[in-house]
């Protein structure tokens, strides 16, 4: 049997030309980038290609590129290094119900340290209101944090907006871009960003390597205390061959981009329309339009999400509920239950992400698939009784 992948918002497979770049720095350019030799010279060349490629990409300098260990540090790194340096100013943040649990737990272990967070709602869309942001923030409110799109439901949030409103107000925007960067156009000056993270494995890259964008300017305390790996602000010999890799992941993005945006939003339709006419009593997660091209995300009534993922699993079809972080939770997606649907159809959700290799071919399988799946599924389920 054909295994069929299809969670490609939890990672992804390294590109061929990744994997050719990085393979030398396992090897022969194996120097530390700090020594000052030839083969820590070396390795220091090999990051600052790539800190320049990404900085291009992204319209920033490349003294504003930090590399961290992925998603998660650089948002940390971003949260808690902002609302430390900037304690004289104030205390209060602004974010969203429906941000990653790095964003929602970092935020949480800042509550328990004395400063204020204010949650802006969504709509059943997943939508955020840049009005209700402006409204939220105070004189004590240094950051505002907003992700890009969600990485559950998909949802591009107007972020633009947003970083125009605290441009306004003097407060500084951070915003998660795991989902986006290398897959839609960022430019950190037309959408008004602060602050950026980014994961390279999300792009085709390797794991264990990110970026945060600092803007020039943006008051940060150092996250990792140690040496003077990224100008002083992130200590730990830095991780090469990653950051090389997650250099030619953009170098390839860059290139591949919009094509592979056309086709997957292509397939991403025809899995809706698909499963819409062949199961009743469904309902799109997200919004109808503003999403990404690769993410379909669905309730399905009187079926438990998890006895989905099993049953599609025998059939060789590997999907997810949501977000990989917490896929070993039993409590719903609070993404879904930030959107209004109550406990039992946050339970029933399915999300089935695409990517560079899906096929029309796997798209057909799996619409072949899962109607069976979830027909069995719910003759068994007593809550269509």
Known sequence: ???????????????????????????????????????????????????????????????????TSGGTESDNFALEGVVYANEKKGNHIVSTTIEHHAVINCLKFLEKRGFKVTYVPVDGDGLVDPEDVRKAITDKTVLVSVMHANNEIGTIEPISVIGKICREKNVYF???????????????????????????????????VGILYVRKGVKLVPYLHGGEQERGKRASTENVAGIVGFGKAVDVAKREMAELEGRLSTMRDKLVRGISSSIEKIRLNGHPAKRLANNVNVSINYVEGESMLLKLDLEGVSASTGSACSSNSLEPSHVL???????????????????RWTTEEEIDRVLDVLPRVVNKLREMSPLRK
């Not at 209004?340 to 399915?350: I, K, R, T």
């Open 1 to 67: 049997m054909k295994r069929i992948y299809m969670d490609y918002a939890a990672t992804t497979p390294m590109h061929p030309e990744v994997l050719e770049a990085m393979g030398p720095y396992f090897a022969d350019k194996f120097g530390n980038p700090s020594s000052i030799h030839s083969f820590g010279r070396e390795a220091r060349e090999g990051i600052d290609a790539s800190r320049d490629t990404i900085a291009s990409f992204m319209g920033a300098k490349s003294e504003e590129i930090f590399f």
């Open 174 to 208: 951070h915003t998660d871009a795991v989902q986006t960067f290398g897959h839609l156009k960022v430019d950190v000056n037309e959408l008004n960003i602060d602050l950026l993270s980014a994961s390279a494995h999300k792009l085709y890259g390797p794991k264990g």
């Open 337 to 355: 239950l930030a959107i209004g649907l109550p406990h039992e159809v946050a339970h029933s959700s399915l999300r089935l992400t695409l990517g």
